[in-house]
């Protein structure tokens, strides 16, 4: 294989390339058309072709003969649980679950919630969605009601499906409340909240009144068969952070999403059918959709759900553990996840206890790696860690290397080159394409491949504005990049207001609302700082109202609950710090990357437009104060 030429095939003649990958999925009617527009002329994916994605990760695999085959190993060392389910045992599961779901009514087109932890239900809960052509929108466990609020009235999903708790290392985290509390203050009014009693405690007091039980449902149900959908039915909605505090639903396609993982798996992954293939990400993430869910099994692998952390579930030395018991050949996580497990093992002692002898290649993405990490990594566990990139809009990597043949240079601190597909230029601000070195914006020729979004969940204007609109024709990726010579290309980070905390994505903007309805908050901005843990954290600045009361801690205190509380602890915004004002342009704008500069403690220039240069000193000096 010659990564470069098969780039170049998938450029220059798309409609020939991608029919070749579709022929690797199972189809119930092969598409005639592989590339057209919709009305508003974004691309659509085998638009007569139909399919069923729950058919290629499970029953497909059975009617090949390999019913017997472990498709799914649930660890939990945080409830000291261990099972694993073959592809028969999760049909059974999935399928009657699926049956369940239609006695209540639940029909293709119907939308799910689904807010569960790191359990095999969850997963059967997404394909038997995807069974019977119901859309899910699987929210990551760690968000607050509020969150789950947005997205219920959002989708106005027909049955919510969720479990009695999840378990944070020794924590139990009751669910139902949360739950209850969202219903009551979702606009939209859900049909059915389908309960997994996972019974780690006497919980009947935190049970109301119409919940269904998950296990009864699916003993009384009879199973239901894959449904034949369009390739461009929604398979599901992921809502993601933009640049407003309201999340976007990025909507998937379902043939597009099925041929572009299969063509993950083999070329970018390079995992034989029949390895264990596991990357460490909730189910709430695009990893866990992408690679936890449907990649591994539409390819035949064997996945993992792990429930845990990376130490102090016992200790450092888990996600070791996890790679040898089960012989995992390729892994996927956060570099965040790594840095943990540096910091905890520093002279890599706990890897020593484990035999990695079926560890192949470490792939890392969800932010920027950084070379210290790569380093440790190179020492201690001797197998490549490869960077890669990509974003819940794509589905799939954008920017990595093709490492089937072991054909693959690896160029520390860059994501790699762009993956076949995606023609990725750099542009300057306007729209002329940068040379070699110099700092840019990332941005992708249209159409995208198969696989990437299908739009915004019920908001073109909304996709347009966001992602269509910067240049016409491309696609705006909100990140900003350098490419070499060779064409490697480095992320050097967002371009707009969303942060990446620990590998999770978040908005400042929906910070800086909740800051905002603080009583005594005149105004503020939410900046996120470097973190050599979690590489980024938020920072809240906030100016008082004119004679408020209120003490600079009691403020910080206020602020770090209600972020907590309506968007959740990962939120992590633990520092707020009182300014007499915030520096703005003349025009009024908060100039919030030099608040971000001046917080890091980096070289900057004064902006041009800034209306008061003296401000620059009166927050330096107000950061010290802060930071003694
Ligand atoms: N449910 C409830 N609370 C949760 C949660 C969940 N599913 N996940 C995290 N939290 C809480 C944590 O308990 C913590 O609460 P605290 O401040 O009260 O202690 C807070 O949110 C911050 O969590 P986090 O930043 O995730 O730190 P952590 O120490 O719990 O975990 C990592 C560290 C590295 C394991 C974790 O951040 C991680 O796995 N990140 C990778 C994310 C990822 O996979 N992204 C996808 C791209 S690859
Ligand atoms: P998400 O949609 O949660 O996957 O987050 C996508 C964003 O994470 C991207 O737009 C990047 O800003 C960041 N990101 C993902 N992977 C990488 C990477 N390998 N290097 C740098 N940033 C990354």
Redesign the pocket.
Known sequence: MDADILFKQSIEDKERFWKEQAKEIDWFQFPEQILCQDKNDYPQWYADGKLNICHLCIDRHIEDGYGEQTAIIYDSPVTDQKKTYTFNQAKEEISKFAGGLVSLGLKKGDTAVIYM?MIPQTLFAMLACARIGVIHNVV???FAPHELVVRIDDCKPKALITATA?V?IARR?PYLPLVEKAIELAQDKVDHIIVYNRQLVDNQHEMFEGLIDYEELVQKSEPADCISVESTHPLYLLYTSGTTGKPKGIVRDTGGYATALKFSMKYIYGVEPGETYWA???FG?A?GHSFSVYGPLINRNTTIIFEG??IMTPDAGTFWRIISEYKVSTMF??P??IR?IKKEDPNGELVKKYDLSHFKKQFL??ERCDVATLDWFAEHIGVPAIDHWWQTESGWPMLGLMTLDDQYKIKRASAGKPIPGYDIKIFDENGYELDAHQEGYLIIKLPLPPGALLGIWNDNERFQSSYLSQYKGYYFSGDGAIQDEDGYIFITGRVDDVIN????RLSTSEMEEIVSSHPDVAECAVVGIDDEL?GQIPFAAVVLKNGSPITEKDVEKDIIRMVREKI???A?LKNAMVVKRLPKTRSGKILRKLIRTLLDRKDFQIPSTIDDEKIIEEIQEKINEYRA
Do not use: C, R, Y
Not at 501 to 504: F, I, L, R, W
């Open positions: 932890p990551f466990g760690g999840g944070e985290i460490a990400s909730d993430w990893v952390k990376p996580t956060a965040t996840a943990a993405a969800g905390v620990a590998g999770h979690k959740g602890a990962v992590f």
